[in-house]
């Protein structure tokens, strides 16, 4: 295991699996295999405390957010807990401690098998997504007596546009991986075999590159995502403590020395 600032959090019931596979990337897999990583209250907020634990560690710069069981990503809300009795203790990032994450750091989708409801509002927010050719989209809530309550709808007709958005969202019907990339909701798809290697290639291509250039940039486009306007998103860039932090910070120096000499940089951990 790779020398962390602060160890990883503690994961109960092996919900959730960690690993490594190339420098500054972590590898997310969730893990109720029998439940369709259906997201109950343990999973969720084991899924908050991994993700803010990553933003925080400066060794690592990407993470791919995958599963253990090839049918399923997540099978959205665990309707079994709600038909209990249990309330859904969402964190402040929403669902899956990602519905409403303003990403610090590029966060990639590893998509086999079903990503519905509450699924498909996490991978609205994903910031590249790889789908298998068998993968499953959908927003089934009205199918179920419920709505798209955690931060996915507004995502998605945003992408989308309005009618798209209703047709989908009001019929309950799924779409195919294919569809799916038409409509702008994933970047590739790809055998289900290969999906964890094509989001590991993205990765360590991201990986490759400055982290506070990186960090900056995404910060950026998260701007302009959440701002009203072009005008108004570059002026917040622009002032941005971390476009101020990357101008200051070694790693520019390293680059623009690199480049000079005609030499590979060696980037340093970011201090964003």
Not at 179 to 198: F, H, I, T
Not at 233 to 258: C, M, W, Y
């Amino acid at each position: 295991m790779p020398q962390f600032s602060k160890p990883p959090p503690q994961i109960e019931d092996d919900l959730v699996q960690l690993s490594y596979p190339a420098e500054h990337i972590l590898q997310i897999k969730m893990n109720r295999p029998k439940a369709f990583n259906a997201m109950n209250n343990a999973l969720n907020s084991t899924l908050e405390d991994v993700l803010n634990w990553f933003e925080s560690e400066p060794t690592l710069w990407v993470a791919v957010l995958g599963s253990t069981n090839s049918r399923a990503w997540c099978a959205g809300m665990d309707l079994k807990q709600v038909n209990l009795g249990a309330k859904a203790n969402w964190t402040r990032n929403g669902f899956g401690g990602m519905t409403q994450r303003f990403t610090r750091k590029p966060l990639i989708g590893a998509i086999r098998g079903y990503a519905l409801g509450g699924g498909a509002e996490m991978a609205m927010n994903l910031d590249i997504c790889v789908a298998g050719e068998g993968a499953t989209f959908g927003f089934p809530e009205v199918k179920r007596g419920v709505v798209i309550l955690a931060g996915g709808l507004e995502r998605f007709v945003k992408l989308v546009g309005h009618q798209r958005a209703c047709e989908m969202a009001l019929t309950g019907r799924n779409i195919s991986p294919q569809e799916a990339k038409s409509l702008g909701m994933v970047n590739y798809v790809v055998p289900d075999d290969q999906v964890d290697a094509k989001a590991l290639e993205i990765a360590m291509t991201i990986a490759s590159n400055s982290p506070d250039s990186v960090m900056a940039t995404l910060y950026g486009i998260r701007v302009t995502d959440e701002a009203g306007s072009a005008r108004a998103a570059h002026r917040l860039f622009v002032d941005s403590a971390p476009i101020k932090q990357v101008n200051e910070g070694e790693n520019t120096k390293i680059g623009v020395r690199a480049f000079a000499e005609k030499k590979q940089p060696k980037w340093v951990p970011s201090k964003l």
